[in-house]
């Protein structure tokens, strides 16, 4: 393998929101080649790709057949990936068939249960093939996770302020619990009391996720997608704070991951594991 | 009344932690002499006032009769000041006291009950003898709720984040539930809901006050006393933010409440009315 | 007047960012007609209007002769307002068509020179007609200014920092400048230095603006627009921030407008003026 | 050596306002034992150290004399340990007398130049005797500086601002400046310009420091200090902040040191190589 061939990435999933913003990324970059993109929605089929992402023509037309461009992803000189933006009843075989042609997935997609990525972890580990399975490419979130974990060694004390826009039903939001469950599962219990604590108005404290962590939910138009760590001690606040404005910020993620898979010959699961 | 002789102050409660501040405060001053030091806490009669609040000499003895004291403060050619930061049960008395004999309480004790309030208020329209009872002497957090309040006519859609040390037992603070009242004295249903929310997690999303106003409380080692008003509409957040680092940061307002009393005729509650 | 009928709207500039907006907010509203879209650029000309701003076909045709819309705008029971967002060379006449058509302008192009805007305000005056000409249509920045000023009275040290992202030439941001000008133009002289100051690296204390102001320029990529005025005092910091996000975030203040200027009988320079 | 015995532990500086933290902080722990207590200014000479921290008293007097006391720390089971918050022209002295004692050395003292320093750690080596040379004991604060390595391997922008109270004459504060040094030191050219920029008043856009990053320095009366470091990319803004509001923030940092310096048989500078 050189590394001065590009590599070929095939988008699947290419008319959805992630995908336009995948397609943009990737067809600016000399060390990428766009060879094909996939949807299934048939309302953009035959249309250029670049055409419905916003970034001008790129020669490239919308298909639903997915084999057809795994083959032609496997006729350049270095291997191919195929980026999976799609749904959660599709992506199994998705990534399966990636596999079997020699492809490299990286998995945006959520929705595979346990046992399915058991099975796929196992299918790339006999192919000896990368595959990159992230629940979320913001790298910032990961950076913010791993600094927190790493503080949680010397603070007691901790909780989460997560705020989004009022379209947001679920409080709390899923990464605001994930990151609760991160330092939870150092195996330490938060927040220990110094006072006979009163909550006069039911909810003012927050919500209790893991071991004694509270996580505050804040919804307004507005908002974004923000979080909030702060870490307490005698004398100190440690803050950390992730904010989101569009979808973009999670492109370097993915296209650190379309680089990175190249390198794998098995199923990783997070973006903090390539970190 | 001249405006070149200072104002005699008279404090009450002078050993307590809000006197001394006071102590320290007025005998910095030019426009106002410290006439008298009265605390009912034995451990203190008798000594220097100065020494006690860690300013330095200022020969003036604490002692346990305010009587006496608010004698001292009708001798000097302006009218004198009687600072009150003492306990619920007495603060009626002292009151009265002071004005019986011309001199302008400006009381910082809470606990003063509705009916004796009024009481209070009927006793200085009588004698045409100023008066204020302020429960926050913070024009910070005064000019922060009047902000509020005028944002309110604008923005549909506001939360409160409180934030205070873990010592700190009642959640949320009397403060954060003041501010959410204002608001919702102004007969408007904040927050309409734009989706049908699902708290996963109980709390979460924060304690109910006024008219759909949510507060979130957070308590950890490190923080002081925050106070953050969060507005949001489409495309926009505008916040308010208050931070109190000590007690100092009171004086400002007990220093004005000093100089406005003695330009009154009757009772105000509240610093905001001062304003 | 009747208060039923819907106000009759034209758009001046619609077909550029900001009239595209008004275009949306416009049209999805009782209380006001859209009845005609001017935009002077060749390539939108006959498009329907709708379809340009993307909420969907409205059968309003963009047109290039701004008089023959202002004509429209005579035709309804009520007096129609034209929202002018084009270029600072065009304005002034688009405000004298307007009012000459009795049709009352809100303006938000900028560029109008003060003996223009002078002359504007004599037009206005002798027509008894309304005109608004608005630098800024964010309500919440306005609040912002208001609640600076208000708090100027009590604090005597403030600072402001602003943020965008790093696609914004010019440091500091206008809206700063305006912010430190009306703190300024209360005749008083902020911080007071405590220390010999000493600036070890040039430009790290920030640029004074007016009477001793600090403003600090952040310019950051995932930034967007944010400001905020930061006054201390002994013990306490309060702090007034708005961030937006998006150009929507306007549209709150030109409806305001567009419902107000029917009221005035002449010019009327700034968003505060009404608020 | 065994686990069980307390740490013997000697403070020198002991009456300045570090030390008494430290006494403060070591009298109330169970595995340290404090065996001496050492000051150079005659005022406090005799007088209980505990009484001059302000915790009670402990019964062990103030002495001018540090090797007395050296003797006495070697007189338990385990090794001892001397933490030193002295003054640049004595901490040399005292370093070298402490591990000719076999007394391990904590060093809050700053101003050993660059030569002592590397003296000091070829006496230690030859004793093999730990020793602790740390210019900030904050442990939230290298968290954050670890945290900011960390991220700039994927964050080409980045700015700092710090905010202290408007006592502190010197702009930006040394731990803005080492913090961005840290950054820089990493070989990489920060926040590459995307437009040609104008500050159109000098200053607006920071100091720049290292290569390429702004630092912002906020002066107000009712800050402490606090910093705040800010990455952006994308769609996504990383924020790192640290606040401190009083001086005992710093004791988790000195413990950590009693504890670890027993370990060591050598020199170690800096708070992070122990994290």
């Known amino acids: 393998m050189t590394t001065e061939s590009p590599i070929p990435v095939v988008v699947n999933g290419a008319a959805g929101k992630m995908g336009r913003e995948v397609i943009k990324a990737v067809s600016g970059l000399s060390d990428m080649m766009l060879v094909g993109a996939v949807d299934r929605n048939p309302q953009y ?140 599962g150092l195996g330490k219990t938060y927040n220990p009391a110094s006072v006979v604590e009163k909550e006069t108005i039911p909810g003012a404290k927050g919500g209790l996720v893991g071991d004694n962590i509270r996580i505050h939910s804040v919804r307004l138009p507005g908002l974004i997608a923000h979080q909030e760590v702060i870490f307490g001690a005698q004398g100190e606040i440690y803050t950390l704070r992730h904010d989101t404005s569009d979808r973009s910020c999670y492109m370097a993620g993915v296209l650190l991951c379309i680089r990175k898979v190249t390198q794998l010959q098995s199923l990783v699961y997070g973006l903090e594991k390539i970190l």
């Open 45 to 184: 089929r035959g249309q250029d790709v670049g055409e419905v992402a916003g970034c001008g023509p790129l020669e490239i037309p919308i298909v639903d057949d997915l084999q057809s461009i795994l083959v032609l992803a496997t006729q350049e000189k270095v291997q191919g990936v195929m980026v999976d933006f799609t749904h959660p009843d599709g992506v199994y075989e998705n990534v399966r068939s990636a596999i079997a042609y020699g492809v490299r997935p990286v998995v945006g997609t959520t929705g595979l249960t346990t046992e399915k990525l058991q099975d796929l972890a196992e299918f790339a580990e006999k192919a000896s093939t990368g595959c990159l399975v992230i629940p979320n490419f913001s790298i910032g979130m990961v950076l913010l996770q791993q600094a927190a974990v790493q503080a949680s060694q010397y603070f007691d004390h901790v909780e989460i302020i997560e705020l989004h826009h009022n379209q947001k039903a679920d409080a709390p939001s899923g990464t605001a619990i994930k990151t609760a469950q991160m330092l939870s």
